[in-house]
């Protein structure tokens, strides 16, 4: 999977403080946060510390211009992009 530099940057960046936008995010969302949030999602992300393995196997391309996944993070990252963005637009 091929990503964009500087989305991969944001998300990764947005993922540093996940634990704490999902707070904040519940506090200002109460009524429909059930219904936009996963636990078991949200759980594996912080468990299994998927911002830390993501970075662990990403490479940048050969011109630098783009960040290349292997196909088993392509899933976990759009999963932790989802959630970065949910919270980020609650902002």
Known sequence: M????IEY????????????DL??????NRATAAQNLKQSEID???EKDI?????QH???SFF?????LKDEYAEDYLLLKKYTD????SF
């Not at 911002?51 to 970075?55: A, L, S, V």
């Not at 949910?86 to 637009?89: D, G, I, K, R, W």
Request: charged share 30%; glycine share 8%.
């Open 9 to 20: 940057k944001r998300v990764i960046h947005g993922a540093g403080h996940l634990e704490y």
């Open 44 to 46: 594996y992300l912080l």
């Open 64 to 68: 630098g211009d783009t960040i290349v």
């Open 51 to 55: 911002q830390h393995r993501i970075i």
């Open 2 to 5: 091929k990503i964009d530099k």
């Open 58 to 60: 990403a490479r940048k």
């Open 86 to 89: 949910m919270f980020q637009e």
């Open 23 to 28: 707070l904040q995010y519940l506090e200002k």
